[in-house]
């Protein structure tokens, strides 16, 4: 990984202290999208990717420090960002780009809708623990399954489901 | 004569506001209640829904903070969430509109502490975090957005 090149927010120079500190080299690392293509032309990342990366990278700078939305909230982990930067890679091309937010508790969440009762929400923890929860009309799923080889299936499934009648 | 404003003033404040006036600490199970949302990201404007992100709670034991409104008007609703958001010198987005039904069949409850004067806490928010994102998710489906106009 090298320095970056894309314009992305200006981070805060360091992130909390202890084992949640986090560096801007640290976050390079966390979220490649800050290696262009022309530095590693071996990766080759679609501008859906890119966009997303820095939409995560943008969330993650907002919710660098502890109370960072007025109500006590806990800072993003290096590792949460890492983990969410991965399960971004591992989204079928057929799924609609989520909205990338970063909860209270300081995991990275994504979020999908199609309007009234067709959601999905999902949170990703620092350990790689992937959660969610579905509305899909009356039907509810939620549960949690580790990041490990790809796409949770579990998840892969609600996904399927939200945008099944969509395709 | 600003004595005598500052003696009005000292009296007007053992009056009970129209705020905190015969508020019932039981919340009603139809209650009226709002969320305010200070964070753009709490909810998708184009497809005009709130996002679970908003409900989540904060802090141990979690919590999600909310206000009760019953016989309030519109600009007095939007009047609280202002101030909310002046104290956190942030800026108020939106609210989210539900009512304690919501609630209903959930482990969540309202804890009505009036502190500052009609605020209540969303209590009883399981350990697991998709237990939790599911039922912010359902306070969310059943919420109606308004925009800070």
């Known amino acids: ?167 | 004569m600003a004595f005598l404003r500052r003696l009005l003033s000292f009296f007007a404040s053992f009056i009970p506001t129209k705020s905190s006036q015969n508020r019932p600490r039981e919340v009603r199970s139809d209650e009226p209640i709002v969320r305010y949302i200070i964070d753009s990201k709490h909810f998708h404007k184009p497809k005009h829904v709130v996002k679970p992100d908003a409900f989540l709670p904060n802090g141990d034991p979690p919590t999600t903070s909310v206000f009760r409104v019953d016989g309030l008007s519109s600009d007095d609703v939007w009047g609280i969430g202002h101030r909310i958001a002046n104290k956190r010198s942030r800026t108020l987005k939106a609210r989210a509109d539900f009512d304690t039904r919501a609630l209903m069949g959930t482990p969540l409850k309202l804890d009505a502490d009036d502190d500052p004067p009609r605020h209540a806490n969303i209590i009883g928010w399981p350990l697991e975090k998709s237990d939790r994102l599911q039922l912010a998710l359902e306070i969310a489906e059943k919420s109606s957005l308004l925009v800070v106009p």
């Open chain 1, 1 to 167: 990984m090298n320095s970056f090149a894309l314009p992305l927010p200006d981070f805060p120079s360091f992130w909390a202290a202890g084992d949640r500190s986090v560096t801007r080299s640290a976050l390079r690392t966390a979220v490649p999208v800050f290696e262009t293509e022309a530095q590693s032309s071996s990766v080759s990342i679609d501008d859906v990717r890119r966009e997303l990366r820095r939409a995560l990278a943008v969330a993650a700078s907002e919710a660098s420090t502890a109370d960072w939305d007025g109500y006590g909230a806990k800072a993003v982990s290096a590792s949460a960002i890492s983990h969410a930067a991965e399960l971004l890679d591992s989204l079928p091309t057929t799924v609609p780009p989520p909205d990338i937010s970063i909860h209270p508790d300081g995991e990275v969440g994504f979020f999908w809708t199609r309007g009234k009762r067709l959601s999905v929400a999902v949170s990703i923890s620092p350990t790689g623990l992937v959660s969610f929860a579905s509305l899909h009309g009356h039907r509810r799923l939620h549960g949690s399954e580790y990041l490990v080889n790809g796409l949770p299936s579990s998840l892969a499934l609600v996904l399927r489901q939200l945008h099944s009648d969509e395709e």
